[in-house]
């Protein structure tokens, strides 16, 4: 398979500094740093994970940064208008052209939410919806900065394993800079509407008799045999371009920092990336203090928990993962070091929650009038737990991070609202006042009218 320079389109090739790359490489563990990093985003002297710095961001004024920042929000510029590239002075940034690959990612909003603060007793509580990027989760802020330097090392095909989103992704992010896309991801075991997306958007698509982590590690076996640039979260631009939800999330908060942030954690790229970038704004002074940042997994995926709980943090205790929330099916964890340091350094907590728990938190956010994915409820679902241990207070600010847009998953919403998902388990009162199944009438006015009356029926029964 020859590599060569690709195109891209012209219609997104900005480049921000035009400058020499001035980021390096460092090594989480050793600390040695280089210039340059092999596929494997492994440290050369010692094999534990990369992550990028930048000696100039050492400087940065918090004050100027604040206010170029916010300025940036009226522009439209290509650059200022992508919620990952506004914050450009702390990125990595790519040499001249082909400049950066990008769909106006970022910019998600944050939304209060009434009913979840209600049930939880928290009266600060707010979703910073992920869900809402251009291919419906996370994944597209650290997408459009590592796509950028995948384009800008002439690779032809950019490869991921996925269990769904980064796949979906990083399809959508390949096409838009000229590249060509490889997917692994497990058969069976994603949703077809990310599946789908990948699909549309021109991926090579595998569906491997596998799970996710024996996908991630046949990835790791075939970037050291075919010329493919890997963008897994182990590739540390995707972290950098996920790090600006902290960012943009400060900057709506007017850089008042909440108590808490709840990210749930399957690979842990996302809690590690989010992390970092606290810590930086911490440095440089641009928030007071640091938010606790927790992690939140599904029983049946919870390597982080029982490696903090077991091992204290010292080793990874992998596990065989099972969950409904598919998109975190995750059971050896590429990133637990790095999530494991930033959950320590803002004193945050990590739990696990219930299959169950996962499905009602999931439609107490539909009932918002919201929705996310099943992955992305184990926040609300997590809180709950973190509440009733007085982790969280109830006079303090919670933002949960939702990582995937409802549409992401539809079997599981389907399942859920016909009562279907847990089969052998009966449904508790909480459950079932959740559930809106879908009901199947005549094409009669009296049918319809019959049924609404029913409705309003219900509706009006105290404790309805
Ligand atoms: N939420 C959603 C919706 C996800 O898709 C993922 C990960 C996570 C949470 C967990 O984030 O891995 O950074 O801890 N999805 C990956 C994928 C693994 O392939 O789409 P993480």
Not at 224 to 246: C, D, M, W
Request: net charge positive; aromatic share 6%.
């Amino acid at each position: 398979m020859p590599l060569s320079a690709t195109s891209g389109r012209s219609s997104d090739r900005q480049t921000p500094a035009g400058s020499k790359p001035r980021f390096v490489f460092r090594c989480i563990g050793c600390g040695q740093t280089a210039s340059s990093a092999s596929q494997d985003y492994r440290c050369a002297n010692c094999g534990n994970l990369l992550e990028i710095t930048d000696p100039s961001w050492k400087s940065a004024n918090a004050a100027s940064l604040k206010s170029l920042w916010r300025e940036r929000r009226s522009s439209n510029d290509a650059l200022d208008l992508s919620g990952v590239w506004r914050f450009r002075e702390l990125l990595p940034l790519p040499q001249a052209a082909p400049g950066v690959v990008t769909l106006r990612e970022g910019n998600t909003p944050l939304y209060e939410l009434p009913l979840s603060s209600r049930i939880t007793g928290i009266s600060h509580l707010y979703a910073k919806h992920q869900g809402m990027n251009p291919t419906g989760s996370f994944k597209d802020t650290g997408m459009t900065v590592a796509a950028t330097f995948a384009r800008e090392s002439g690779s032809r095909w950019v490869a991921c394993a996925s269990t769904g989103n980064t796949s979906a992704s990083m399809a959508a992010y390949a096409a838009r800079g000229g590249m060509r896309s490889l997917v692994l991801v497990p058969e069976g075991k994603i949703s077809w509407s990310k599946l789908s997306q990948a699909l549309d958007y021109g991926a090579l698509a595998c569906q491997l008799r596998t799970d996710f982590d024996g996908c991630l590690r046949l990835l790791q076996e075939l970037v050291k045999e075919a010329p493919v640039y890997q963008l897994n979260s182990i590739n540390p631009f995707r972290l950098e371009g996920q790090k600006t939800l902290a960012f943009e999330l400060m900057d709506q908060l007017d850089w008042q920092p909440p108590d808490h942030i709840i990210v749930p954690g399957g690979n842990l790229g996302n809690s590690s990336a989010i992390g970092k970038g606290l810590l930086e704004m911490q440095n440089l002074g641009v928030i007071p203090r640091l938010p606790k940042l927790s992690v939140i997994q599904a029983e049946g995926a919870n390597a982080l928990v029982r490696t903090l709980r077991e091992t204290n943090g010292k080793h990874l205790i992998s596990v065989q993962a099972e969950t409904r929330a598919t998109a975190i099916r995750i059971g050896n964890p590429v990133s637990w070091e790095k999530a494991a340091k930033v959950i320590q350094a803002t004193n945050g907590a990590c739990e696990q929650v219930s299959e169950i728990a996962i499905a009602q938190a999931k439609a107490e956010i539909g009932a918002e009038g919201i929705g996310c994915e099943p992955a992305s409820a184990v926040t609300l679902a997590g809180l709950k737990k973190l509440v009733q241990q007085g982790f969280v207070r109830k006079d303090e600010s919670v933002v949960l991070v939702l990582t995937g847009n409802l549409l992401k998953d539809p079997d599981f919403t389907m399942e859920f609202h016909r009562g279907d998902l847990f089969r052998d388990h009966r449904d508790s009162a909480a459950l079932q006042s959740l559930r809106h199944p879908p009901v199947i009438l005549d094409a009669t006015i009296k049918a319809v009218i019959q049924t609404l009356e029913q409705a309003e029926k219900s509706d009006r029964k105290p404790n309805a």
